[in-house]
């Protein structure tokens, strides 16, 4: 896998283009594109050392001695040199890659016959000199969404290819060795550009690893795919990303809509991601859909050197009324979103808002529940985010926290005693439990067995930036 395979990913176009803000923009720089073109014209150089050169044979007349037949056979390629290459980026278009003052190395078998019954052999060498190579790169989109890429427009031109004869009275041969010239040019010609293709559109198997849709879990998944049409400019490509958390299976929209932002003029990195705040409200949506942000507290959660255990003793300390009618019991808490999360960025900071029910109740002997009260819960929470491999993952930290009393069935009782005990319920045991979960990370959109380099995160206004250079291993 190489970096030009990441390349071909960002120019790749979809097949519909829709006029809707992206929630994932990511930019590969100048920087990026030099590294994809070394692994990439190294791959070039593999292809083209597997040139096949066919026996030719022919005639030609060679003052003084008139008609000369001559065969070349067992054509060898035994270097291939690519030192001079460029690859850029066209401003709205895609990307040229251009090889020059390359050079080849062949040897081979001659024979030839002339005067009729006079007959030679030997062997030969040719040195292939001002080989030029530009073609450029058209890439579509499958059924899938994923890119498929193609070469147009190539280009091969060898300026010379000359040949030195060894053996037999080879200071004759060399009188036309221009013909022989001119033969192994063309035959190289027509062989180059051919191997130039099948380098391009050997990419494609790789080109589908792509993770268009990327799983997170039994509940959710993540789609990568493009919006609208690459922004190329000279010196970075942007490719502009559904980054959308769906439920599995189905796919439905949430009630809002990515918001417009555009990355800075950062060009230190190979690459740059932003995600942007949409991203994580629409995870948020999907979570919450699932019917999964709620929780179940009981008393073996809460550690055992605590002083606070979740029983009718402990409450009852706050709501004498709890201790009264349900005496010696132990309790359950169940914590449920009221509505999804709300995440907004700001720079350096990351923040989430919550608003939640959390319904006590009283065990009894035989295992029923009695409800207790009902209690609302807004609370905010800072977000430490951070890259784990391909992953994006975080820690939350608790803010502030706000309650009132929905329902009693207790009889009344001001809220504010219980400030110190869900907050701390709140803190050592709702927030860990969630974080085991936030710490294992969401995909970040990526190619094959691609690695970040040195990845630096940094929370902007409505989105986070990742810059990181980026290595492909086999």
Same mark, same amino acid.
């Not at 808002?353 to 006590?360: F, R």
């Given at each position: 896998m190489s970096a030009l395979s990441l390349l071909l990913v960002l120019l790749a176009v979809a097949s519909t283009t829709l006029s809707v803000n992206p929630g994932v923009t990511v930019r590969l720089t100048d920087k990026g594109l030099q590294y %994809? +073109?070394?692994? %990439? =014209?190294?791959?070039?150089?593999? +292809?083209? *050392? !597997?040139?096949? =050169? @066919? &026996?030719?044979? %022919? !005639?030609?007349? /060679?003052? @003084?001695?008139g008609k000369v037949q001559y065969s070349l056979t067992n054509i060898r390629l035994v270097n291939v040199g690519l030192p001079r290459s460029a690859v850029a980026l066209v401003p709205g278009t895609g990307v040229r890659l251009t090889i020059g003052d390359a050079f080849m190395n062949l040897n081979g078998n001659w024979r030839v016959k002339y005067l009729r019954i006079i007959k030679d052999s030997g062997s030969f060498d040719v040195n292939v000199n001002g080989l030029t190579i530009s073609t450029s790169v /058209?890439? *579509?989109? &499958?059924a899938t969404g994923r890119p498929v890429v193609s070469s147009t427009n190539c280009v091969a031109n060898v300026a010379s290819a000359k040949v030195k004869f060894h053996g037999g009275a080879s200071w004759l041969y060399n009188l036309f060795s221009k013909f022989i010239n001119k033969a192994l040019r063309n035959a190289l010609q027509k062989q180059i550009c051919p191997l130039v293709d099948k380098t391009v559109t050997g990419l494609n198997p790789k080109l589908q690893t792509l993770n268009v849709l990327a799983k997170v879990d039994k509940y959710a998944e993540i789609e990568y795919s493009m919006v609208s049409s690459p922004v190329i400019s000279q010196s970075s490509l942007d490719l502009n990303l559904k980054g959308q958390f769906y439920n599995i299976g189905k796919h439905q929209e949430p009630p809002f809509t990515p918001v417009a932002f555009s990355l800075p003029p950062q060009n230190n990195n190979m690459l740059y991601m932003g995600l942007s705040a949409f991203t994580?409200?629409?995870?948020?949506?999907v979570y919450n859909k699932a019917g999964v942000l709620s929780l179940y507290i009981t008393d073996d959660m809460v550690p055992k050197g605590s002083p606070f255990r979740l029983n009718t003793k402990t409450f %009852?300390?706050? =709501? @004498?009324?709890i201790a009264k009618q349900y005496p010696g019991l132990m309790m359950k808490l169940l914590l449920r979103a009221k509505n999804s999360p709300t995440i907004?960025?700001? @720079? *350096?900071?990351?923040?989430? /808002?919550?608003?939640?029910?959390?319904?006590?109740y009283a065990i009894q002997p035989n295992g029923t529940l009695s409800p207790l009260f009902v209690l609302n819960l807004e609370s905010s929470v800072s977000a430490d985010v951070y890259v784990r491999g391909l992953n994006i993952a975080g820690r939350l930290t608790l803010n502030q926290m706000k309650l009132s009393v929905g329902t009693s069935y207790v009889g009344q009782f001001q809220v504010g005693v219980l400030d110190s005990v869900l907050r701390m /319920?709140? *803190?050592v045991i709702v927030i860990p439990i969630v974080n085991v979960q936030f710490d294992k990370g969401y995909p970040l959109p990526a190619l094959g067995k691609m690695n970040l380099v040195n990845p630096q995160l940094q929370i902007m206004k409505d989105y986070m930036l990742i810059g990181t250079d980026v290595n492909f291993t086999d």
């Open positions: %994809g +073109k070394q692994l %990439g =014209i190294a791959a070039m150089q593999e +292809k083209l *050392k !597997s040139i096949q =050169i @066919p &026996d030719f044979s %022919g !005639s030609e007349r /060679v003052s @003084p001695i /058209v890439v *579509k989109s &499958d994580a409200n629409s995870a948020g949506f %009852g300390v706050f =709501i @004498p009324q907004t960025f700001q @720079p *350096k900071n990351a923040t989430a /808002v919550a608003t939640a029910t959390m319904a006590a /319920v709140l *803190k």
